[in-house]
């Protein structure tokens, strides 16, 4: 090995320890500063497509209602010729009726079966215990 310092040894045998943590300090802190810059640019193009793919989804959802809308129209239109106008309305309206019936139903169902957060309210039921136990050891 040779006895000559590195630049690097050289500066930290010139530089006091304040000075230097001063630098890791400052280094820490453009550090910090710049990887915040980077999520707020990374969670604002995240809220943008969030924000596109939302619009797409409710247009969407309006062009499905459409949809809905004017075959619900055409069948009643249809019926209209097999039967009389106002009970192809009526048969549609209660075809429309059975179909709302069996998606609440469901729906009920399902939100029957919605539990929250078991494992949480099990663990905060526990922590009064802990600090009676915590007491109890002083």
Known sequence: ?????????????????????????????TLMRQEIELAKAELSQSAKQAGKGAGLLGGAGYAALMAVLFLSIALWWGLGHLIDNGWSAVVVAVIWGVIALILYLVGKKEMKSVQGAPRTVESIKQVPEAIKRNEENR
């Open 1 to 29: 090995m040779s006895d000559i310092p590195t630049p690097s040894e050289d500066k930290a045998s010139r530089t006091s320890l304040g000075d230097l943590l001063g630098e890791v300090t400052r280094d820490l802190s």
